[in-house]
Nanobody
Framework: QAQLVESGGGLVQAGGSLRLSCVAPGLIFSRCTMGWFRQPPGKEREFLGAITWSSSSPLYADSVKGRFTISREIIKNTLYLQMNSLKPEDTAVYYC????????????????WGQGTQVTVSS
């Protein structure tokens, strides 16, 4: 049962920006690695980036480095994904997830997931 709630998805033109939010229960947010993933239509889910509760230095996938930025607002138990210079190939369902491990890119190491939010980028 999902305990994370994403929001902020929608339709945007290529070159535009969106900011996704993920609200997590305090116990999860303060102790876990928080990650962002996406699943494009007809493809497997892929890692985008992650941040640990103790660090302010996120890890990014090469495919989004320089365009996407992960940040967190601890007092609000909220994780963000700022997406700039969006491309049609960024169209996907975007998920946030929590892992009890140290920062990881591996999907199977994330135990708690949100329901996802759709991002559609038009050309």
């Amino acid at each position: 049962q999902a305990q994370l709630v994403e929001s902020g998805g929608g339709l945007v033109q290529a070159g535009g920006s969106l900011r996704l939010s993920c609200v997590a229960p305090g116990l999860i947010f303060s102790r876990c690695t928080m990650g962002w993933f996406r699943q494009p239509p007809g493809k497997e889910r892929e890692f985008l980036g992650a941040i640990t509760w103790s660090s302010s230095s996120p890890l990014y996938a090469d495919s989004v480095k320089g365009r996407f930025t992960i940040s967190r607002e601890i007092i609000k138990n909220t994780l963000y994904l700022q997406m700039n210079s969006l491309k049609p190939e960024d169209t996907a369902v975007y998920y946030c997830a929590a892992s009890g491990r140290e920062i990881t890119t591996q999907e199977f190491e994330y135990e708690v997931w949100g329901q996802g939010t759709q991002v559609t980028v038009s050309s």
